[in-house]
């Protein structure tokens, strides 16, 4: 089990319907409980960018922080959280091997299209009462 302060924070677009489904996909397979949550249009997530040096009007991503080690941005972050859930998992990590500018066009290409293609929430995700504490805000 990982401490309070170990835990890795997914920062994800809130009101997106297939960032919201990713992120209930993410804790379904979280056994080792090592991931907290935040929406990117939170007060948590912007104090979180801040102190990273991330311009928040430029990130349209999922971005992955690794407390005291780094922080990851679109595909890199994908294939990051994809490895983190073990086993079969774990093959992600040959598409590290796709060159970055590669995989972020693709992830980009579905970040552009994700509201027409999946559509879009009016307000954040509201945690279910079981999920409030896996979540920052």
């Not at 079969?88 to 995989?103: D, E, S, T, Y």
Request: aromatic letters at 12%.
């Amino acid at each position: 089990m990982t401490t309070q302060e170990d835990r890795k924070i997914i920062l994800f677009d809130g009101i997106c319907n297939l960032c919201n489904n990713a992120i209930q996909f993410v804790i379904k397979h979280d056994k080792k409980n090592i991931y907290k949550f935040a929406a990117l249009q939170s007060d948590t997530a912007t104090i979180l960018l801040n102190e990273r040096g991330i311009d928040s009007s430029q990130i349209d991503s999922i971005i992955l922080i690794d407390p005291n080690i780094a922080f990851y941005t679109k595909s890199t972050a994908a294939l990051e959280i994809g490895k983190s859930f073990g086993g079969a998992w774990r093959l992600l990590g040959v598409f590290k091997w796709v060159p970055k500018p590669i995989r972020d066009w693709i992830y980009d290409f579905v970040a552009k299209n994700r509201y027409s293609w999946f559509g879009k929430r009016n307000e954040c995700m509201i945690p279910t009462p079981e999920l409030k504490a896996k979540f920052l805000d």
